[in-house]
């Protein structure tokens, strides 16, 4: 069959000395059985109907909100949710509010006066700057006293948490989700974006949302990739992650670093920005490559060191972490 409806004008997507790329759309030619594949175990983890696959994360989410909002919807947003649904919520044509964050008062206060049509809840599932659990399970509650649809970014929790299953499954949650958004790229380590939710949805998508129709697919391989992936186990590495967390939490509260961790992710908040700056110099002079974290992603005066454990940490991994956080706070 001669294709007609590629964007492979030079025809080196198909040069095998370098590597195939799909080169359109999925709505035109960039469709493929793997795709159908992943997805139909993506939407399986969560108990949903359906998924789809974006190439990335963030335009995972811009589809989302984007499709799912419209100008009979008001979107409630945690205040500190992710930059993606910041992004995804100005785009959309509903009402924004946004509440205090993981404050359920707040949002029971925001929520009493919408007379909109649709009402949507959108959070987190663990906060990507804080490392805090959304508290979805009394979330839950309000959404179903209003007759609110949850909206779960779990692209910190997915593949991690919950035996896998994240966030919502992790808190005993997971059926009253309505829809999850998540990243393959961070607790899977492959490539592109996801969205999980009921047929209706990845229809409306399918036909309305703009960064999964106007964008090229991902290639076969990169597809491939993922779903070797999640044909792994990876309970054993869960299981080392969790010791990790426990291990580096504990010695870094020894130093009066942190208060206890919910999570893998840890902040070391510094506050002052070029302190942070320094800290973050000092931890590089002994071999630890960790960012300083300052505005606009985090407020004003809530610098920081986000500490990202990993299940491939060694106890000497561990142990010269802490002698450089140490070091550092000693000297900054």
Not at 115 to 143: K, N, Q, R
């Amino acid at each position: 069959m001669i294709n007609l409806g590629s964007n492979n004008y030079l025809g080196i997507s198909l040069n095998d000395d370098i590597g195939e790329h799909s080169s359109s759309s999925r709505l035109i030619s960039g469709n493929h059985t793997s795709y159908d594949t992943l997805e139909n175990i993506l939407a399986s983890n969560h108990s949903h109907e359906r998924a789809l696959v974006y190439p990335t994360g963030y335009m995972a989410v811009l589809g989302a909100i984007t499709s799912l909002g419209a100008s009979n919807c008001t979107i409630l947003s945690d205040q500190l949710n992710h930059a993606s649904i910041i992004d995804g919520c100005r785009l959309s044509n509903s009402k924004i509010r946004i509440f205090e964050h993981n404050d359920m008062d707040d949002l029971r206060i925001k929520i009493r006066d919408i007379d909109t049509e649709d009402i949507l809840i959108v959070t987190e599932g663990i906060f990507s700057m804080d490392g805090d659990y959304s508290l979805l399970p009394e979330i839950v509650e309000v959404a179903e006293e209003h007759n609110a649809f949850i909206l779960l970014d779990d692209a910190h929790g997915d593949f991690v948490v919950g035996n896998g299953h994240g966030t919502a499954a992790e808190l005993s949650v997971e059926g009253t989700i309505y829809a999850t958004v998540s990243s393959l790229s961070k607790g899977l380590g492959a490539l592109g974006g996801y969205v999980s939710s009921n047929n209706e949805v990845a229809d409306v998508q399918v036909n309305s949302s703009r960064p999964f129709v106007y964008t090229s697919a991902l290639p076969q391989g990169l597809i491939c990739n993922a779903i070797r992936r999640l044909e792994m186990d990876l309970d054993l590495r869960r299981q080392q992650l969790c010791r990790n967390v426990r291990r580096l939490s504990k010695g870094l509260e020894s130093l009066g670093l942190c208060s206890g961790s919910q999570s893998h992710i840890i902040p070391i908040v510094i506050g002052d920005e070029q302190r942070a700056v320094r800290f973050a110099e000092k931890l590089a002079a002994s071999d630890i490559y960790a960012k300083a974290i300052r505005y606009p992603t985090v407020p004003y005066n809530s610098a920081r060191i986000r500490v990202s454990v990993t299940a491939t940490m060694s106890n000497q991994d561990i142990e010269d972490i802490l002698s450089g956080f140490e070091s550092a706070q000693r000297l900054t």
